[in-house]
Structures are given as C-alpha cells and as structure tokens.
C-alpha cells in the first residue's frame, strides 16, 4: 500500500452535531434500541425485534436497523457495539446496504447542554471508514493531522471541479 | 514526533502552494510543461522540479506527447481523491438527514413524558 493509499484509507471522515431538547438518557436510548434505531433511521414505527435481542445494549451486540439511504432509498444498516457508555458515548461498527456493506465505524458523543430552555443533549456523530482490520478505532479521537484536513479540503474541491 | 517528509508523500507534495496553482491549472485538463511553465514567475526547471513532486506522490502521471515525443504532458490522478470527496458528500447528506429525525423522534418522546408525569 502506497503512502496515498494510507492516507485516504485512513482519512475518510465526516461529523455532523445538532442539539436535541431531550436529556442524555433518552438519546441514548434512541440510539441503542433498534426499535427506536428503526423509527429515525428508517422511519418505521413498528419494527419487530428478533427473539434473541437483549434490551441492554452492551460492547459484543450485533443490531440491524432498516434505514434511510443518503438518496432517500430504503436500505438496511447493521452493526455491533463496540463502545457503550452511557448516556455519554457510543461507538459501533456500522455496515449499510448502499454502502455494500463496508465496514465503517460511527461514533456518538453526547454532551448535556440547555436547549431551548431545558436540560438537552448536543450529539455529535463522527463517522469514519477504517483501514482494512479496524486500526482507526484505536485512533478515534486522537488528534486530527492538520495534513489529513488539508488532503480532504483538497479532495473535495477536486469533486467539485471534476464533478461540474 | 516531527513528520517526515518522504518524497512521495501526498501531504507534503500539496503543503506547497506552486504545487497546488499547478493542481488547480491540471484539473482544467492535462497540458505540456511548457504551457504549465508559462503560467508561473519560475523558470521551467523549478516548475519541473515542483512536477516531480506530484508524480512522486501520485497526484500526477506524465507521458510523451503524441505530437513532439520530447515534449512531457502532465496529467492529474486524482480519482482516488474523488472517491473520498463522495463518500463524505453522501454521509453528510445522510447525517443531516438522519440526526434531523433523531431530534424529532426523540423530542416528541420527551414531551410526551412530560405530559404524561404532568398528569399523574
């Protein structure tokens, strides 16, 4: 593997934050419950859960959700905790139909704030694609290289331009 | 730990702005070094000097040109850049979406706990 090839498969990552009028607990339970997975990632109000899902999500289970593809195309997400420790952080191995099934990793951190006037939840959801065996999980929130941002800005400008 | 700079580093070979005017003029499609050499206040030979960086790193191939065999004609290789571009695009697009109804969702849950500790 070349140099470039190291760093683009180490550098795709995105971060999205919103600031949610609920406390750290509900979140949390959104984000580690399928049946509450199913309702805001593939807006499906009842979903049925398999026999064997244990209600206390703990690092080792596996869960699957149907989801909502960046397209707007019904799909299926699956994953395995890999982190749990709630209501503050969650980290999963995250694996979606339009993706082929490549495996990334998502990361949640929940930080209490005041939104709109009561106790509310900031989320941040770091998402990245790992180099083949999973390396990146050891990394994830390390530092960021200043050159890794340069080499992203540099990419998408490229899109933009080849893109047009 | 310092980084070092291999020569065929990516990060170092764009870290030079000449190199990133030269990225910018190679993405409106390939040309010759002399056409790339005109384009800056630097002699030709500084301009191939910053070439070689690219193609070190890859973000550059040259070949002979079809018309004059002595001339070099540089070409980007950014697809691999690209890809990354639209992976990021795609999820971007997919978080808004999907962390938009993480909020509705849960919010609706909180109000109606609200109303319903209100009336017991």
Known sequence: MTSIDRAIATEREVRAVIEIAAAPEDVFEALTNPRELAAWLGGVDDYSLGDNWNDEPTAGVTWRSPAIGPDGADGTVRGEFLVVDGPRRLVSTWYASWDHYERTIVRYELEPVEVEGVAGTRVTVIHCAPVAGGQRVSQLGAARDSWTMMLARLARLMNERLTV | ?120
């Open chain 2, 1 to 120: 730990m310092p980084r070092t700079h291999a020569i065929n580093d990516p990060f170092y070979a764009i870290s030079d702005p000449t190199r990133r005017a030269l990225l910018d003029r190679l993405r409106l499609g390939s040309a010759p070094v002399t056409e790339l050499a005109a384009g800056f206040a630097m002699s030709r030979p500084a301009v191939s000097r910053h070439l070689r960086v690219l193609r070190d790193a890859r973000l550059v191939r040259e070949r002979r040109s079809e018309h004059d065999a002595r001339q070099r004609v540089y070409q980007i290789t950014a697809m691999p850049l690209r890809d990354v571009a639209q992976w990021a695009q795609s999820y971007e697009l997919f978080w808004h979406g999907g962390l938009a109804r993480l909020k509705t969702h849960v919010e609706k849950g909180a109000r109606t706990r609200a109303r319903e500790k209100k009336l017991s």
